[in-house]
């Protein structure tokens, strides 16, 4: 038996920061169904699984409700065997009901309910969908006394937070990860967790086809699963399905030198036009080399899909350089040397030392920078 | 630079050559009074130093005579850096220009006038850069004093290039200068120039106004997916109520239940109703039974009765005889009695008849007494009605009345007085008959004889015989005329009196006042007769009245058979034997109709007796008739055995129904198990109905919510919602960059702006340590604040003012220090410029002025000082040299 799972689709999610890039990432996440339905011809699997989170929200629009639904129309050859999750729990008149009513193809199965469904005469599905945004009770329980056709495969789908799982989950919707064992399962993929990750030998999480946020997996993937008969271990295979690459990188730069490497190893970065880069920064520039870094982050954030910088960690320390560029002496030395002597004073409250530090930079831009600018 | 003289000519006033000499170092004063031209003086000098002399200014044409033809010439004499020169400028006609130094002409036209602005060390130009450099800071014209010094881009590069020369540069200034400004400007797009809140069209409104859009899209998205939620919520709820609603197994136990209870009140209601039914039958039996024994009691008590009314019809019939004799025997004692009674009342008939004879013979009697009465009081009243016939004749006889008798008597008395006042004054006539004459002579128609004399009242005629009539006639007078009217009136009078005098009048009317007493004593007498009114209606009543005493006795005496009126004797004796007559009759028929009374109720009492005992026979007979149709003797004992044995029938069937009815009471459920049943039954059906009730409200609700659902997701409210609270949180990030990075800037420049206040306040320094003594001066311990471009911001004593706020004569003494101690400044560093006042100090009190006087000779030490004024007197303190403007004539 080969499927696909595939998890956390989270069709409609809105990425108003990006501004107007927001529509490319909401076209990404509709792209990634069409890379699993090639991935599943291209594999000879019959049956995607998708572990919950179709949508984003209980109540999208009518062209979000429909956008996936036509993507998953053009595999008709695949059967889509699609769960209600936290984010679009099975609410009577909610989104799966107006799914249902736009009259889904034969090749969409909706699983609204606990009940096993046939995958075909040797497989059966155990589906576990959310009847609301947070259950306190494990709704896999039921699995272990489902039953299925003798010497037929059991595979479990769920959504939601394995039991001291960790923070990681949205929500409590606990899963005990003994589940697959305790209900005899061949393999039980699991939805809510953005990242691929194995939970026990026959349980998984697929992650996101699509990333959608920084700090998860940087790459959308879904699993390729291969079920050699009953009580074999399943064999996965990881398929990439996403377009954007979503990187966090932590960065220290504490000299011009290190603002350098960082700019060439980061345009070493393949695919830089689908980079969805968050930087967080930490050290100490001198003022000359802070003003080198943002313009270096200027060409970065158009080299990129998009830039975000935290700079909360990265200090501006002016050296004795950096002062003698704004006056050697003067109104604006002095004024240079008390902001400095404000930014350094740890007794001071951080934003107000922060603050200084802008002003300085600030003032070392206008004076110092548009002088070197000219020069250079 | 030190002055030594000037001189003008077609300056102004002074259309001739005019001359100023006097000048010396230190302080110079030309004190002079107005129009003298001081200030004309004081242009001639600018003009003649800094204006191109062939330049066409209004300021030169002003400055022009009106009416010299000669040009408007100026030439100074001036000492500089260690040499002596003299300018002289000619202006507007034929102009002309001629520098000489030691004596030397160094230049000519144009090239004197540039030569002169470098020895000066001005740029070339107008007079505007005049205005900019020392001599515009230090030469100070009339009205300018009040004004506080505001050095040109050339004065202050002087007082920088001095001050700079003591403290060095002020590094940066400039720049941060032009820093501060642009920071400035970057803030005030964000902010008011107050800077106390956003500017209306600036990036942080903008951005304040998208965050509170956003804020609220973000609210109302909340709003309505927490709606969405509820809705959720509840039609779950209503779903999960509709499931147990429609439950078949619930909606099938509740059917049954209600037919069960429906069923079992059913047969409650069946067995109620046979109870019902069998009362009725048994009690219809019992009324049967009851009717049957009726029946019974009735027939044997007919029978009874028809037998008891036989015998008494026989004794009935045994008594009635007797009775009949009874009634005889009664009716003819009464009859006997009533015989006797009618002879009694015939007898007192007759004895009635005779007392009412008897009675009108006395009313007879009684009447004829009156009659002699009434023919006494006819006689009287004829007798006085002729009296006062024979009166009221006589009476209508007398025409006088007292009036008239007065009236005459009056008329008399007025005549009398009237001839007696004409008699007075009348003429006498006085006649003495001789014998001869005697019965000859008349006066009138009286015959006078002897002596007569008298009065002529009236036309008198006498005559002599037939000697001679001789008329005597008096003298009209008004008395006459009144006479003849008396007269005339009194004649009327005693005509319409018929009497002939006034003798004849007063008889008269003592006679009529006789008939009248007459009259009144007749009165008095019909009064007694009680005929006074009307004495003839009165006689003629008491004549009827006579007439019909005469017939009532004539009648008596015809109904009675009488020829007379019995005497009162005669009528007491009848009276008498009349009235024994009448107690004999009265006892006789008291006791006739005692007898008479017992005998009725005799007779009555034996008819009642009699018809007692016939009527009851009657009804006995009648009694014992409708018996026998009810029972007759014959069919007495068939009818009998009859009803007993009906009886005994219904007695059976009576039993039967109750006993039946017991037994059904006894298995039938009771009243409080009926009732029971029958709540149950309703409750089964209220439940039943409740519950399809509560099923179509809940349709309805989830109908309702289902719509409401459908609608808020196809209108994207989740992802609506999202989008908001995404674009809210751009929003505060936006919000907050700007915020931080306005907060950012002002720090940045209040930093530079501080920095830059502290440098100048050490750059000024030098400008206030030579400003300090001319200020202590006047104002000891001052310090003044200088800003920007040296500007006087204000002075410090004992608290910080503005300079704008001080008093108008204050604000020129500062202004006027600040000017001495800036000349002083370049003074010492080379620029030795002269500092000149034109009527300057002028709001000065005596104290301020002398120490003004102090201040002006302090700077007087450093370089030439003149003072233009018009006040010579207060100016006198001042010292130093005394300018004089000597014109042509004073010159040699």
Redesign the interface.
């Known amino acids: 038996m080969r499927i696909i799972h595939s998890a956390d689709w989270q069709i409609?999610?809105?990425?108003?920061?990006f501004g107007a890039k927001e529509e490319t990432l909401r076209q990404a996440r509709l792209s990634a169904i069409e890379r699993l339905g090639v991935h599943a011809r291209e594999n000879d699997v019959r049956h995607v699984l998708v572990a919950g989170d179709v949508y984003?929200?209980?109540?999208?629009?009518?062209h979000?409700?429909r956008a996936p639904i036509e993507r998953m129309k053009t595999f008709g050859d695949v059967h889509w065997h699609l769960l209600p999750g936290n984010h679009d729990p099975y609410?009577?008149?909610?989104?799966w009901d107006?799914v249902a009513q736009l009259g889904v193809p034969e090749n969409i199965h909706l699983h609204l309910s606990p009940i096993p469904a046939m995958l075909d005469e040797n497989a059966a599905l155990l589906p576990a969908p959310l009847l609301r945004k947070s259950e306190f009770e494990d709704i896999t329980a039921w699995m272990g006394a489902a039953p299925t056709p003798p010497g037929a495969l059991r595979i479990g789908l769920a959504h939601g937070a394995v039991v001291d799982f960790g923070s990681g989950g949205e929500a409590s919707n606990p899963i005990d990860p003994t589940r697959a064992a305790k209900a005899h399962l061949d393999y039980l993929a699991l939805g809510d967790w953005h990242r691929t990750l194995q939970v026990g030998a026959k349980t998984w999480y697929a992650g996101t086809p699509e990333p959608d946020r920084t700090g998860g997996q940087e790459q959308g993937t879904a699993l390729l699963v291969d079920i050699a008969g009953p009580g074999a271990p399943p064999s996965i295979t990881r398929l990439a399905t996403g377009t954007y690459r979503w990187v966090t990188r932590p960065e220290r730069i504490d000299n011009e030198e290190a603002s350098a490497d960082l700019d060439r190893r980061l345009r070493e970065e393949p695919d830089l036009s689908r980079l969805v880069l968050r930087l967080k920064l930490e050290g100490s520039l001198p003022l000359a080399a802070y003003g080198a870094f943002r313009r270096r982050m200027i060409d970065l954030d158009a080299a990129v899909f998009d830039l975000d910088l935290d700079e909360a960690s990265l200090v501006a320390r002016p050296t004795q350089a950096d002062l003698e560029a704004i006056?050697?002496?003067?109104?604006?030395?002095?004024?240079a040397d008390?902001?400095k002597k404000f930014v350094d004073d740890s007794s001071a409250a951080p934003d107000l030392r922060r603050?200084?530090e802008?002003?300085?930079v600030?003032?070392y831009l206008?004076?110092a920078g548009a002088v070197r600018e000219e020069a250079a | 630079m030190l002055i030594n003289a000037l001189s003008v000519e077609g300056i102004g006033r002074f259309a001739g050559v005019a001359r100023v000499d006097g000048f010396g170092a230190g302080v110079n004063v030309l004190a002079a009074g107005n129009e003298v031209g001081k200030s004309t003086l004081f242009k001639a000098i600018r003009a003649c130093l800094f204006l191109r002399h062939d330049s066409k200014t209004q300021e030169l044409r002003d400055l022009g005579s009106d009416d010299s033809q000669l040009p408007a010439t100026v030439e100074l004499d001036f000492d500089h850096d260690g040499r002596r020169y003299v300018i002289r400028k000619s202006f507007l006609r034929s102009p002309s220009a001629v520098l000489s130094e030691d004596g030397r002409e160094i230049a000519r036209a144009g090239e004197a006038d540039k030569a002169i602005w470098d020895i000066l060390g001005m740029a070339p130009g107008s007079g505007r850069s005049i205005e900019d450099g020392a001599f515009g800071l230090l030469w100070v014209g009339q009205g300018a004093s009040f004004s506080a010094p505001v050095p040109g881009s050339s004065a202050s590069s002087l007082l920088n290039s001095a001050i700079e020369s003591e403290v060095g540069a002020?590094?940066?200034?400039e720049?941060?200068r032009l820093?501060i400004d642009?920071?400035t400007g970057e803030i005030r797009r964000n902010l008011t120039d107050s800077e106390r809140g956003p500017r209306s069209d600036g990036p942080l409104a903008r951005a304040r106004e998208r965050l509170e859009v956003w804020r609220k899209a973000e609210a109302d998205g909340f709003a309505k997916?927490g709606a969405?939620e509820k809705q959720?919520s509840e039609?779950?709820q209503y779903?999960r109520r509709h499931r147990e609603l429609t439950d078949p197994a619930a909606a099938a136990h509740m059917t049954r239940e209600l037919m069960e209870a429906r069923n079992k009140l059913r047969e409650a209601q069946a067995a109620r109703q046979e109870i019902r039914s069998l009362e009725a039958e048994t009690s219809s039996a019992r009324r049967a039974l009851e009717g049957a024994a009726q029946r019974l009691r009735q027939l044997r008590e007919t029978a009874q009765r028809v037998d008891r009314n036989r015998s008494l019809e026989a004794d009935l019939n045994g008594a009635l005889p007797g009775l009949l004799l009874q009634e005889e025997e009664a009716r003819a004692s009464l009859a006997r009695t009533v015989e006797a009674s009618a002879a009694t009342e015939s007898e007192a008939k007759e004895l009635t008849v005779g007392e009412q004879h008897l009675g009108r013979l006395v009313a007879a009697a009684f009447r004829a007494s009156r009659k002699d009465e009434l023919i006494r009081r006819l006689d009287a009243l004829e007798r006085t009605t002729g009296s006062l016939t024979t009166i009221d004749a006589q009476l209508t006889q007398v025409r006088i009345d007292p009036e008239t008798v007065d009236r005459l008597d009056d008329l008399d008395r007025q005549l009398a007085s009237l001839d007696a006042q004409l008699s007075a004054a009348a003429a006498t006539v006085a006649i003495e008959v001789g014998p001869a004459g005697a019965g000859r002579v008349r006066v009138g128609s009286l015959d006078v004889d002897g002596n007569y004399a008298a009065a002529v009242l009236a036309p008198t005629k006498i005559t002599i015989g037939d000697l001679a009539t001789i008329t005597v006639t008096p003298a009209l007078h008004p008395r006459h005329e009144a006479r003849k009217r008396l007269d005339v009136e009194r004649s009327a009078l005693l005509a319409a009196s018929g009497v002939g005098d006034a003798v004849e009048a007063h008889a008269i009317l003592t006679r009529r006042r006789d008939l009248e007493h007459s009259r009144r004593g007749v009165f008095a007498e019909l009064k007694g007769l009680e005929a006074s009114d009307d004495p003839a209606k009165a006689g003629a009543a008491v004549r009827s009245e006579l007439a019909e005493v005469r017939a009532a006795i004539d009648a008596v005496l015809t109904a009675t058979g009488r020829a007379a009126l019995p005497g009162q004797a005669e009528i007491d004796s009848e009276r008498l034997g009349h009235e024994q007559r009448r107690v004999m009759l009265e006892a006789r028929r008291e006791k006739l109709a005692a007898a008479r009374q017992e005998h009725q109720k005799a007779v009555e009492a034996a008819v009642v007796r009699r018809a007692d005992v016939s009527t009851r026979l009657e009804f006995v007979r009648k009694s014992i008739a409708e018996d026998l149709v009810l029972c007759p003797d014959d069919d007495r004992a068939a009818r009998d055995a009859a009803l007993v044995a009906e009886v005994a029938a219904c007695e059976a069937t009576q039993q039967t129904k109750a006993a039946t009815l017991v037994a059904v009471r006894q298995a039938a459920p009771d009243s409080a198990e009926i009732e029971r049943r029958e709540l149950r039954c309703s409750r089964l059906e209220r439940a039943l109905e409740n519950h399809n009730a509560e099923l179509m409200s809940l349709e309805r609700d989830i109908g309702r919510?289902?719509g409401q659902?459908?609608a808020?997701?196809?209108?994207?409210?989740?992802?609506?919602?999202?989008?908001a609270q995404?674009?809210r949180?751009?929003a505060e990030r936006e919000c907050a960059r700007i915020e931080?990075r306005i907060?950012?800037?002002q720090?940045?420049r209040d930093?530079?702006g501080?920095?830059?206040a502290?440098?100048r306040d050490r750059y000024y320094e030098p400008v206030r340590r030579h400003l300090r003594p001319y200020l202590n001066d006047l104002f000891p311990g001052a310090e003044l604040e200088l800003g920007d471009g040296f500007i006087i911001a204000g002075m410090k004593r004992a608290r910080s003012e503005s300079f704008k706020r001080l008093s108008g004569g204050t604000q020129e003494q500062i202004a006027v220090l600040v000017r001495l101690a800036m000349g002083t400044l370049l003074a010492e560093r080379g620029g030795n410029v002269p500092i000149i006042l034109d009527d300057a100090l002028v709001y000065c009190d005596d104290e301020r002025i002398n120490m003004m006087f102090d201040a002006l000779s302090r700077a007087a030490r450093h370089q030439q000082l003149i003072v233009l004024t018009c006040r010579s007197r207060s100016f006198a303190p001042l010292g130093g040299n005394t300018l004089r403007v000597r014109t042509s004539d004073e010159l040699p």
């Open positions: 409609g999610k809105v990425f108003k920061q984003d929200s209980e109540a999208p629009s009518a979000t409700l609410r009577p008149e909610g989104v107006r006056d050697f002496d003067g109104v604006l030395r002095r004024s008390r902001l603050r200084a802008e002003a300085l600030e003032l206008r004076v | 002020l590094v940066g200034g720049r941060a820093a642009e920071i997916v969405l959720f039609l779950a779903r919510l289902t659902i459908q808020a997701g196809g209108d994207g409210v989740g992802e609506a919602y999202a989008a995404e674009q949180q751009i931080e907060a950012t800037l720090l940045l930093t530079v501080d920095c830059l502290e440098g």
